[in-house]
């Protein structure tokens, strides 16, 4: 009997995980898993929507049971697939997942996992959406002060998009941030980004394919978004400079008032552990190639997960990729000699991150310092410890 993933398994796990299968088994004789758990943000996002729409022909063509859990905290559905190991895939964002490896703000004090990319999910479109009746007309309205600002908690990165990313872009200082924007906590996605709808706020960061936009959309007055000009060559440096893995793009998908404005793409992904079965790797990607046209019509997303889309996302990534899923895509000629150059760079960086954190807290426990993301001394300790790791970027 052998686990999806090799770490030490506890009840749930092996009810959640167990793959029975021998090592190294050819696709025709994979036994699939009795329960496939996959997490993905909450019930108002695109990703647990698209995926509830290949869920069920999984289950239908592999007679696996397949279950889709909404976890609106980003940090929580990191810990349920790499601490908890009660689900086996998560849909996480590019950036979300850079922010788990490097143990940025909230996750620094989580437990360092190597992740891999199973396969590729979306590529979401993003960005700042007010009321239809707002005075607000351009982000650079913003300077003029006395503007709210939902800031999603639940999501390290979303935080940071609009408490430095946003403000870096505008040129704002700490000082000008703290006198001229109020800014708003929402505790899910749902929440923040129905805020400026219902009065509680003026600016939330959000994207438009999400079901809760198009809800907004609907609503009396309507929504609109603000654009981000791509002739700001020095703003979009310094909104990059907080945001990696963001890619400047004109807005082409979900609701209409988003479409030709000018925002910014997050791809999404499916990740697992690095040390998922090789296996149950190699038949994931597979079935999700092979299967495309079966599953690509159940919903708008479903269609960015085409070996097309995939192909492109593997040119600017700098996430690595499972070995399963690597061996597939060799098979069938979309993996070269140059893929695995970058891909085991990605690899020694993601091992670097792990390492540097894992001292990290090794040196704090010793030392009595508090493991807490609020502690400074411990922040100190972290970046001392990941000083000379390198920052994962898209490679544009």
Excluded at 1 to 26: D, F, I, R, Y
Excluded at 163 to 178: F, I, N, Q, R, Y
Excluded at 248 to 273: C, L, Q
Excluded at 318 to 328: D, F, I, N, Q
């Amino acid at each position: 009997m052998k686990n999806v993933t090799s770490l030490a398994s506890g009840a749930v796990t092996a009810l959640v995980l167990s793959l029975g299968l021998a090592g190294g088994a050819a696709a025709e004789d994979f036994e699939w898993p009795r329960l496939l758990v996959i997490g993905t943000p909450g019930t108002s996002s695109g990703s647990f929507a698209s995926t509830n729409g290949w869920g069920p022909i999984l289950q239908k063509e592999t007679g696996t049971t397949v279950r889709i859990v909404p976890e609106d905290s980003e940090t929580q559905r990191y810990r349920r697939l790499t601490d908890r190991e009660d689900i086996a895939i998560s849909s996480v964002s590019a950036s979300e997942m850079r922010y788990q490896i490097q143990g940025i703000d909230g996750y620094s004090q989580t437990k360092p996992v190597a992740q891999r990319i199973l396969w590729h999910h979306n590529d979401t479109p993003w960005g700042y959406v007010v009321a239809g009746d707002s005075p607000i007309k351009s982000v650079q309205d913003i300077k003029n002060g006395g503007v709210r600002i939902t800031q999603g908690v639940f999501s390290p990165p979303m935080v940071s998009a609009v408490t430095v990313g946003l403000p870096a872009m505008l040129g704002m200082s700490e000082d000008e941030v703290s006198e001229k924007i109020e800014f708003v906590p929402a505790s899910s996605y749902a929440e923040n980004c129905r805020s400026v709808v219902e009065g509680k706020s003026d600016i939330a960061y959000c994207s438009p394919i999400s079901s809760v936009l198009s809800e907004m959309e609907g609503a009396p007055g309507s929504i609109r978004w603000l654009d981000l000009d791509p002739a700001d060559k020095e703003g979009w440096n310094a909104y990059l400079a907080e945001r990696p893995m963001l890619i400047p793009a004109e807005i082409e998908m979900g609701v209409k008032t988003a479409r030709g404005v000018n925002g910014a793409t997050s791809n999404f992904v499916y990740s697992v552990p690095a040390t998922t079965d090789v296996d149950f790797a190699y038949n994931m990607a597979k079935w999700f190639h092979e299967s495309f046209d079966a599953y690509k019509g159940t919903h708008p997303l479903a269609t960015r997960m085409s070996m097309d889309q995939f192909r492109k996302y593997l040119n600017r990534t700098p996430l690595p990729v499972h070995e399963g899923t690597v061996k597939y895509l060799r098979e069938i000629g979309q993996w070269s000699d140059e893929d695995d150059t970058w891909n085991n760079k990605a690899i020694e960086t993601m091992d670097a991150w792990i390492s540097a954190r894992q001292e990290a807290l090794k040196a704090a426990q010793e030392q009595g310092i508090e493991i807490n993301f609020e502690d400074q001394e411990f922040l100190d300790l972290m970046k001392e410890k990941t000083a000379g790791v390198e920052n994962f970027q898209s490679r544009l």
